[in-house]
T-cell receptor, first 112, second 113 residues
Framework: NAGVTQTPKFRVLKTGQSMTLLCAQD?????MYWYRQDPGMGLRLIHYSVGEGTTAKGEVPDGYNVSRLKKQNFLLGLESAAPSQTSVYFC???????????FGSGTRLTVV | QQQVKQSPQSLIVQKGGISIINCAYENTAFDYFPWYQQFPGKGPALLIAIRPDVSEKKEGRFTISFNKSAKQFSLHIMDSQPGDSATYFCAASKTGGYNKLIFGAGTRLAVHP
């Protein structure tokens, strides 16, 4: 029972490069979320999905895109990375709404 | 706009002491208040949660106190242990619909032996 798996765990990008972060959950959860964690700012919601084929903007969506083609996967894309996107990214899932988020172990991204 | 304000930013407590972390919220529609615990290199994990129909909830050494009129809630860790050293996040949400958790900025707790 893996829960929420994020890949990769670490990545260094050059400014302007693109990449995709993958989140996979095996709990049949409907809701999935992408957060970024920065020192002193807590966890801020980037995008979220309430079911397969749906996506919605969170608090800080600029510079990111997402897709939920399969219920178990939620992809976060950076089309043109910027140093301001250096952060730790967490994916989470829940059965319904805010109750009982399960988080992945995070992806540490550095943009130089 | 910070909807959930958490304090202190960091906290040092001696083993056996009481750790207290406070949060204040703005949106009176919020009706679900969880606390998450995060160890270094790991994702946050749900620790304990409360709804506004009760003023206190206790699970082992962890207690949430809730003050609806003041729009504040706090986490108390009794008999704090070095293994409790972690970052703690409060959060808030309103249930129903497509609602998401709004997190506080986090408190880094260090429990010294």
């Amino acid at each position: 029972n893996a829960g929420v798996t994020q890949t990769p765990k670490f990545r260094v990008l050059k400014t302007g490069q693109s990449m995709t972060l993958l989140c996979a959950q095996d709990m049949n959860h409907e809701y999935m979320y992408w957060y970024r964690q920065d020192p002193g700012m807590g966890l801020r919601l980037i995008h979220y999905s309430v079911g397969e084929g749906t996506t919605a903007k969170g608090e800080v969506p600029d510079g990111y895109n997402v897709s939920r083609l399969k219920k178990q996967n939620f992809l976060l894309g950076l089309e043109s990375a910027a140093p301001s996107q250096t952060s730790v990214y967490f994916c989470a899932s829940s059965r319904q709404g805010a109750d009982g988020y399960t988080f992945g172990s995070g992806t540490r991204l550095t943009v130089v | 706009q910070q909807q959930v304000k958490q304090s202190p930013q960091s906290l040092i407590v001696q083993k056996g002491g009481i750790s207290i972390i406070n949060c204040a919220y703005e949106n009176t529609a919020f009706d679900y208040f969880p606390w998450y615990q995060q160890f270094p290199g790991k994702g946050p994990a749900l620790l304990i949660a409360i709804r506004p129909d009760v003023s206190e909830k206790k699970e082992g050494r962890f207690t949430i106190s809730f003050n609806k009129s003041a729009k504040q809630f706090s986490l108390h860790i009794m008999d704090s242990q070095p293994g409790d050293s972690a970052t703690y996040f409060c959060a808030a949400s309103k249930t129903g619909g497509y609602n998401k958790l709004i997190f506080g900025a986090g408190t880094r707790l260090a429990v010294h032996p």
